[in-house]
């Protein structure tokens, strides 16, 4: 485990008196001198800008246009209208509820318009004019250098396509965006419960924590209340609104439940607390609690413990396997963190803040877990690399994710279903997992040797 030392800690204080910079300018300069990193770290903002820009790369709505388009007016009479619009664009607006589509755009293929619908003044398709669930079935199962049967404003599939008809290209795509989805959003939830219990842990130990016996008991009742109501009471509730503009509001619907409930919890600890033997103080053994919890969490296989809760869950939601992943990947920054809070709750500037009367909480989230995530990025690089392994696993046997998701796991799952003919589906999604997984464990490198406090000049 990486760790500082009094020694290592007088290299930094030296190496920064000696050059008069910051101690995140040394380590930026360190990074720099890691071509392998920083050509990694550019690729990964190519990586990320292609899975932010997918809807604009590759769909089969137009980027921008101007039609005329035949509408019906308030007498019931159809007539010709100029309208100058982002399809591309309003379709976020549609996904989340805030307007929706006139009827001849939603009935009409954008690709094949006509007088009796709309016509084209001027239009600009994206380069790959095919979403990722489009079907082409008149080249289905065609390579990328095989003849293909192209209608207008249609293009080529530059990849080919599945047995289905669906692009390649467009699948890699909007794939991106989906593994970045789920290694990014994943390790957030890791890192934030990562940091929670490894600083708790790290900061009070197994003494340093006491409470009154009723909050301890009403603060556990409480939580286990939550997850009770929140996850099997409104469970079928979240599932239903996955992928539509309502997660949101039910994740803040989720969020006043959790308040409500700790709030209650608190002022029934307190009601307790009047009973002399709950009101006692008692030390709780955070760390060994923390401790425990990981040894549990890590003796399980990952994978088999995914599949199990995915087994559990009847919707297939790429929501799921993102928290399931980040709820399963935590461990390693837990332990990260609270071993540099080992360190830190002993320097001189925790015990100044102690002194002025700071409360514990504020000594935590101010002073000591922002002096100790240096360690964390290093995980993180490393843990995103993981989860996007570990989608392209579940994606391939066809677990977690729905069916008409395209992914670059479900691209590997569909070259295995046509054989060694089809190579193209295998060696581009393959050559991307192993690039993108590259890149970040290149990165979490170059976070090591530039965090490394032996810092050379």
Not at 46 to 56: N, Q, T, W
Not at 59 to 82: A, H, Q, R, Y
Not at 218 to 237: D, K, P, W
């Amino acid at each position: 485990m990486w760790l500082f030392s009094k020694n290592k800690e007088d290299k930094i204080a030296a190496a920064m008196q000696q050059s008069g910079q910051s101690y995140a300018a040394i380590v930026a300069r360190q990074f720099n001198k890691n071509r392998l990193a920083v050509w990694s770290l550019r690729f990964f903002i190519v990586i990320l800008a292609l899975a932010v820009f997918a809807d604009f790369l590759a769909n089969d709505k137009p980027i921008f246009c101007s039609v005329n388009v035949m509408l019906t007016n308030e007498n019931g009479v159809k007539e010709k209208k100029t309208k100058i619009m982002s399809p591309v664009l309003h379709q976020y607006f549609v996904d989340l509820k805030l307007s929706k589509w006139n009827e001849v755009f939603l009935t009409n293929d954008w690709s094949q318009p006509s007088e009796q619908t709309f016509t084209y003044n001027f239009v600009i398709f994206p380069p790959i004019t095919y979403r990722p669930e489009k079907t082409d079935v008149a080249n289905a199962s065609l390579g990328p250098f095989e003849k293909q049967r192209l209608k207008k404003y249609k293009r080529r599939h530059y990849l080919g396509t599945d047995h289905m008809g669906r692009d390649v290209f467009s699948g890699m795509i909007h794939g991106t965006r989906i593994a970045m989805l789920v290694g990014i959003v994943a390790m957030s939830i890791a890192t934030f419960i990562g940091i929670i219990l490894g600083a708790l842990a790290g900061y009070f130990g197994d003494s340093r924590l006491r409470m009154s016996r009723s909050a301890y008991f009403m603060g556990i009742l409480g939580l286990i209340s939550y997850i009770f109501i929140a996850f099997i009471v409104r469970g079928y509730t979240m599932g239903d609104n996955i992928g539509s503009g309502y997660l949101i509001y039910e994740i803040l619907v989720n969020t006043v439940i959790f308040s409500i409930i700790m709030f209650l919890a608190y002022l029934l600890s307190k009601l307790f607390g009047l009973v002399p033997f709950l009101g006692a103080k008692t030390t709780v053994p955070v760390d060994i609690l923390v401790m425990r919890l990981i040894e549990i969490v890590t003796s399980i296989p990952v994978l088999i413990l995914i599949l199990a809760i995915l087994a559990i869950i009847k919707t297939s939601s790429i929501f799921y396997v993102m928290a399931i992943i980040g709820a399963v990947s935590w461990t390693s920054i837990a332990k990260f963190i609270r071993a540099e809070l080992l360190r830190v709750r002993s320097l001189e500037y925790i015990e100044a803040a102690q002194a002025f009367g700071y409360s514990e909480y504020r000594i935590i989230l101010r002073h000591a877990i922002p002096n100790a995530l240096a360690p964390v990025l290093i995980a993180v690089a490393f843990g995103i690399a993981s989860a996007i392994l570990t989608e392209s696993f579940l994606s391939f046997i066809g677990v977690g994710v729905p069916p008409e998701q395209v992914t670059w796991g479900s691209l590997l799952k569909a070259s295995r279903d046509a054989g060694i003919k089809a190579w193209w589906l295998a060696v581009f999604p393959g050559v991307a997992i192993f690039v993108t997984v590259t890149i970040f464990n290149l990165i979490g490198e170059g976070l090591t040797d530039a965090l490394d406090p032996r810092l050379k000049q």
